[in-house]
């Protein structure tokens, strides 16, 4: 059990670009979630994944967001005409389906940077 | 008004001392509390559960939940450097989005 594992881990681009990032959860965890966290705030809850399935959408995700979670393994994250404000750390995370009590195994994160 | 609050700090101590990092919530749903623990451009790891209103203890470190006052606190004794770190407060009802608190920043000096 390696944990969260997140590619890229730092990702610079121009605006107007589209990005993509991918996160792989500990095998066993059948949920995964995406946040988004800026400097000196906490993580704010993006969306959420049982298995395959996207089951929740914050509004923080605009329509120029995309996330995936084919077969129910790896995810991405896809962020489309990037804008400045787009800069942040994105980090995933997963947990177990049964018994959760909420403990939630987070990645290094991906941080991107939107010039 | 944000659904939980945290101040962010700089809290700054000297080595061995007793920290208490604190966060009120406004939302009454709320039933399972957490303290994660995020260094420097790094992911955040769970350090505590609490499910509802009691302390709990794990070494150095000491959760609790007050629900009828909406606060909840994290004691972390013979504080170390390595305890350096931003400490998040999280919570969730039963579902399944936690909420954060902004995270405090702590420094202990050696």
């Known amino acids: 059990d390696t944990g969260v594992s997140q590619n890229p881990r730092h990702k610079i681009t121009k605006r107007g670009q589209n990005v993509t990032f991918r996160c792989d959860p500990i095998s066993e965890h059948n949920r995964l979630y995406w946040y988004r966290q800026t400097l000196g705030q906490g993580p704010e809850f993006l969306t959420y994944?049982?298995?395959?399935?996207?089951?929740?959408k914050s509004r923080l995700l605009s329509d120029r967001f995309s996330a995936e979670r084919p077969k129910g393994s790896f995810s991405t994250l896809e962020i489309q005409r990037t804008e400045q404000g787009d800069s942040a750390m994105y980090l995933c995370?997963?947990?177990?389906?049964?018994?959760?009590?909420?403990?939630?195994?987070f990645g290094e994160g991906s941080r991107l940077t939107v010039l | 008004q944000k659904e939980v609050e945290q101040d962010p700090g700089p809290l700054s101590v000297p080595e061995g001392a007793i920290v208490s990092l604190n966060c009120t919530y406004s939302?009454?749903?709320?039933?399972?509390f957490m303290w994660y623990r995020q260094y420097s451009r790094k992911g955040p790891e769970l350090l505590m559960y609490?499910?509802?209103?009691g302390n709990k203890e794990d070494g150095r470190f000491t959760a609790q939940v007050d629900k009828s006052s909406k606060y909840i606190s994290l004691f972390i004794r013979d504080s170390q450097p390595s305890d350096s770190a931003t400490y998040l407060c999280?919570?969730?009802?039963?579902?399944?989005?936690?909420?954060f608190g902004a995270g405090t920043i702590l420094r202990v000096k050696s």
């Open positions: 999280a919570m969730r009802g039963y579902g399944n989005k936690l909420v």
């Open positions: 995370a997963s947990s177990m389906g049964q018994g959760n009590t909420g403990e939630l195994f």
């Open positions: 609490t499910y509802s209103s």
């Open positions: 939302n009454s749903a709320f039933q399972y």
């Open positions: 994944f049982q298995n395959e399935a996207q089951l929740e």
